[in-house]
């Protein structure tokens, strides 16, 4: 179940950090759109993440894979501006 959690919050938070950082070209709204995904995307994580430990994974583990979709994400955002143009 964690791991359905990490595939979905990833295959969601691509499309929409494309959004986001297509939105810092042109100036507006990038904020509130950044508070809108952070908050969707945070008890998701979280509740993956407790469900990995939850399954036996460490919380290294856990973390880790997190943080990693978390940098997969933030990626996004930065290539945005480059779909998006």
Known sequence: MGFALLAAVTLDGVPENLAL???????GGSLVLLVAIFCSNFPESLVGAVVMRRGGRSAPFA????????VSNTAAVVCGPGFAG
């Open 63 to 70: 973390i880790g894979i997190w943080a990693l979709a978390a």
């Open 21 to 27: 950082g297509g939105s810092l070209l042109s100036g």
